[in-house]
């Protein structure tokens, strides 16, 4: 396997203006109209690895796959991977990737939603969605853990609350770089934005508004941050240095411990948003490690 340099994924970030949809307002507005009339593909890629057996089902009107492991001993436990895009873009082929390995080498099986995207979906009507296949999930296979990444981090850890309001406490759920407070107001984000190849308030600011719908952007469904952590499982945060979501981190962590909450925190110096995806020597680890506290945790 090939890796990147590290120093080639920022240049080749702001080479091909993948913050366009972010830097600006209109930049979003365009990116959501384009995401309307010309919808990505959500399939998984032809050259997905050959020991994972794939299935797809719907669930109201939307399909949801399995993957599952097709060599060794049967799958044991679930994992739930909610992937990210800015609550606008579909799931890429790096998306397809990690749950593929999730599922073959931590040895469970892995549901990826393929969830409804702005203008269509909202932060309720998803959060919820999701809140039921991982309960699904439980019936089904046992102990069963929750992961995503940026806008599915988002989603992943609002619906981790909700599941413990319900009296459903996670294993574990991994969050990659995720989106938490979506006021974006934490005061750091301007020392973080000049060195943010990706990201940026306007256009999150945008998607925001968009996704709460009719909730309240503080609203813990919305904005997670927000919410009491207090009696939930243990978390894994990855979080790079050279993303604006990371200043938000380090208060979910804080907070997290204060409540009496297990966090492992996995910061990269240097390293942009959800960089375990990124097909660097350090997301290449960073990848390993979130199989690997999967493996642990939902395999019981």
């Known amino acids: 396997m090939i890796d990147l340099p590290d120093r080639a994924v920022p240049l ?119 809140v039921g296949l991982v309960r699904r999930s439980f019936d089904t296979r046992g102990p069963t853990c929750l992961a995503g990444d940026s806008a599915g981090g988002q989603i992943a850890l609002s619906a981790t609350l909700q599941l413990r309001d319900a009296g459903t406490v996670l294993p574990r759920t991994v969050l990659i770089s995720p989106a938490l407070d979506l006021t974006w107001s934490n005061p750091r984000i301007p020392v973080v934005q000049p060195s943010d190849p990706w990201l940026g308030r306007p256009g999150g600011h945008f998607f925001a508004d968009a996704w709460r719908g009719e909730l309240p952007i503080t609203d813990p469904v919305v904005s997670p941050l927000f919410g009491d952590f207090t009696g939930l499982g243990p978390l894994s945060v990855f979080s790079g240095t050279r993303d604006i979501l990371n200043p938000d981190a380090h208060l979910l962590v804080a907070k997290a411990r204060s409540a009496g909450v297990q966090v492992d925190f996995h910061e990269a110096l240097g390293q942009v948003h959800v960089y375990p995806l990124v097909p660097t020597r350090a997301g290449r680890e960073a990848a390993q490690a979130v199989v690997e506290s999967l493996k642990i945790a939902c395999r019981g």
């Open 12 to 130: 080749y970030l702001r080479l091909s203006r993948a913050n366009r949809p972010y830097a600006t307002a209109e930049g979003a507005r365009q990116r959501l109209q384009d995401a309307i009339l010309r919808p990505r593909s959500y399939g998984p890629p032809r050259w997905l690895r050959r020991d994972v057996h794939l299935e797809v089902a719907h669930d109201r009107h939307w399909p949801v796959y399995t993957l599952t492991p097709a060599t060794g001993a049967a799958p044991t436990g679930g994992v739930v991977y909610v992937h990210g895009g800015g609550w606008v873009n579909q799931i890429s082929p790096h998306h397809w990737k990690l749950a593929a390995d999730i599922a073959a080498e931590a040895g469970v099986t892995v549901t990826v939603p393929i969830y409804p995207l702005l203008p269509y979906g909202s932060a309720a009507q998803v959060g919820q969605w999701v």
